[in-house]
């Protein structure tokens, strides 16, 4: 009988290593297995990525980065300015050519008071673009040629207060000037609807095309106005100011002796704003603008100062001696 032979494998043990494990296994090496070693680029693969054609190494990249950062946040910081701490110095300035207070050390101040100072040295411009409108604003040449008491010659213009344009605007710069001078309020728009404005203008020695405007009175419409008191009047006024059952008299400015009486007497013309520029002071300006403005304030029916048909309102002490001089005493005072 012949016996079935059975096929049986050995019992030798195939051993795999942890390599060839780590290849056929699809999970994760576990903790106890080795890392394998971190493989580095070659250089050459380095040196492509890092340095390119034309373009710095990255350290120096990012340097010049920063650099250019800096620049720009140095460019944008503002300008400081050391300031001083000063006790026994005030910061508060008067100008003694213009007269304006001001705060040293303040851009704004310091910038209002440059421009404000020229123009009360040597007036504002009336340049090309004002002439171009002087048709559409009806402006009149009173008087060309008007000589001066140093021998300057200049023109007289007039026009209506409330004009428009460049005319209007350079009107209202004037006008903000001379209300900074006086420390007076600024003119209402029903004042300026019902004046005139009379301006000197003087050829300018830097510039051939345009003058310079030296001198302005701002003329009004008004009714009555108060005669002032005579010299006697005003001193006898000036002593009993305490004394209450004394004859009052109004008080216009005590300290220049300047009191009128009460009764309102009809007047038709009121100089609400006189000015001339400080380099052209007591060269007769004042006078022939004053003068054309009696002449030709009314179409037609010249006013006189001596008759009492012109008055001021509150004048300086610089006002109050034009007045005097070129009214002869006669010139009267209203309530703006």
């Known amino acids: 009988m012949s016996s079935k032979v059975k096929r049986t494998y050995g019992a030798k043990k195939t051993s ?4 060839d494990a780590s290849l056929l296994s699809s ?7 080795e ?4 493989r580095k680029r070659p250089l050459q693969e380095q040196s492509n990525i890092s340095l390119k054609v034309g373009q710095p190494p990255l350290k120096k990249l990012k340097a010049s980065i920063r650099r250019g950062n800096g ?3 140095v460019a944008n910081q503002k300008t400081l300015t050391q300031l001083h701490f000063t006790i026994d110095q005030t910061i508060f300035r008067a100008c003694p050519r213009c007269g304006l207070s001001y705060t040293k050390g303040a851009p704004d101040d310091e910038s209002l008071h440059r421009t404000h100072c020229s123009r009360i040295e040597k007036g504002m411009e009336w340049g090309r673009e004002e002439e171009k409108e002087t ?12 000589r001066l008491k140093d021998g300057r010659k200049g023109r007289i213009i007039y026009f209506k207060a409330d004009a428009g344009g460049k005319i209007g605007q350079k009107l209202t710069s004037l006008l903000e000037t001379i209300s900074l001078t006086l420390s007076s309020p600024p003119l209402t728009p029903d004042i300026l609807r019902n004046s005139k404005a009379y301006l000197f203008l ?3 020695t830097t510039s051939p095309s345009c003058e310079k405007i030296v001198g302005c009175v701002i003329a009004q419409r008004i009714e009555t106005a108060m005669a002032i008191a005579t010299p006697k009047e005003c001193e006898e006024a000036k002593e009993s100011l305490s ?3 004394a004859p009052s008299l109004i008080a216009v400015d005590p300290s220049a002796s300047l009191f009128c009486h009460p009764k309102l007497l009809p007047t038709p013309l009121g100089i609400s704003r006189l000015f001339v520029t400080a380099t052209q002071r007591r060269q007769g300006v004042a006078r022939h603008l004053l003068s054309a403005a009696a002449e030709t304030f009314i179409h037609g029916c010249p006013l006189d100062p001596r008759g009492g048909q012109v008055a001021f309102t509150q004048p300086t002490g610089d006002g109050k001696a034009v007045m005097m001089g070129w009214g002869g005493g006669k010139v009267r005072i209203y309530q703006e």
């Not at 795999?16 to 390599?19: A, F, P």
């Not at 890392?35 to 971190?38: D, E, F, L, Y």
């Not at 048709?135 to 008007?146: D, I, L, R, T």
């Open 202 to 204: 003087l050829p300018s």
């Open 135 to 146: 048709v559409k604003n009806s402006v009149v040449q009173f008087a060309s040629g008007v």
């Open 71 to 73: 620049a720009k946040d």
């Open 35 to 38: 890392a394998s070693p971190k």
């Open 243 to 245: 004394d209450v059952t």
């Open 16 to 19: 795999i290593t942890r390599t």
């Open 27 to 33: 999970s994760p090496v576990s903790d106890e297995t």
